[in-house]
């Protein structure tokens, strides 16, 4: 049974950090391009980062830019997404996809002072 399950999220003031890690089991998680998406209720889910299956080519969201890492680390089947200067607007659901097959449930992010 494959299962994608996030943690990370919480309450953070403007300007905060979080990480956010999915980890993974039941599928071959090398073999995946790995993405975080993000959604809002009453708006379509967004792409935020994805990271290649070797890890080497990295895209993002042009509003993420310069302030969200995304990472993966096969041999733990995880895959991250490390947060800095969060604002507002950062506020949302965020779900990680295994090659927009499997996703996960998703964490909660509020950014909020």
């Known amino acids: 049974q494959v299962q994608l399950v996030e943690s990370g999220g919480g309450l953070v003031q403007p300007g905060g950090s979080l990480r956010l890690s999915c980890v993974t089991s039941?599928?071959?998680?090398?073999?995946?391009?790995m993405s975080w998406y993000r959604q809002v209720p009453g708006k379509e889910r967004e792409l935020v980062a994805r990271?290649?299956?070797?890890?080497?080519?990295?895209i993002y969201a042009e509003s993420v830019k310069n302030r969200f890492t995304i990472s993966r680390a096969n041999a733990k089947n995880t895959v991250y997404l490390q947060m800095d200067s969060l604002k507002p607007e950062d506020t949302a659901v965020y779900y990680c996809?295994?090659?927009?097959?499997?996703w996960g449930k998703g964490t909660l992010v509020t950014v909020s002072s």
């Open positions: 990271i290649a299956r070797a890890g080497g080519n990295t």
């Open positions: 996809t295994a090659g927009m097959h499997y």
């Open positions: 039941g599928l071959t998680f090398s073999i995946y391009d």
